[in-house]
């Protein structure tokens, strides 16, 4: 199969598929070195968007069904480098665990929310 059209793909590229019970599966996989890039453009992006959200009070959350939804507000800033909300998820989840970032609370005791920050502060 070729791409004839895409978004945030390159035109004209051959996928090779194999016809596996019923649906397509592609035989070469993206991963190792290429997969790995766009893993570290999510998080080194993730990173300059949520320090630059949070020292302008714009505060994202880590909750799916917030309307502040961190990987949401991310995927529609226009120096997002071309990432979407899934690569922006996966990466709030590895920088949370890994410790690059962390979940704050604040407002008043009976009106507790939370946010995202970076780890070091500002």
């Not at 019923?22 to 949520?50: N, S």
Request: positive net charge; charged residues 25%.
């Amino acid at each position: 199969m070729s791409r004839l059209k895409a978004n945030y793909a390159s035109i004209g590229q051959v996928i090779r598929v194999r016809w596996v019970d019923g649906g397509f599966i592609p035989i070469d996989t993206p991963g190792g070195i290429e997969h790995d890039e766009v893993k570290a453009r999510a998080d080194r992006v993730f990173l300059m968007l949520l320090s630059e959200s949070y020292a302008n009070g714009a505060w994202t959350c880590p909750s799916l069904a917030a309307r502040n939804f961190a990987p949401s507000i991310f995927a529609k800033h226009p120096d997002r480098d071309g990432l979407g909300k899934p690569a922006f998820q996966a990466a709030m989840y590895r920088l949370l665990k890994a410790g690059e970032i962390k979940v704050e609370t604040y407002g008043s005791p009976s009106s507790r929310r939370s946010r995202l920050a970076p780890a070091a502060g500002m």
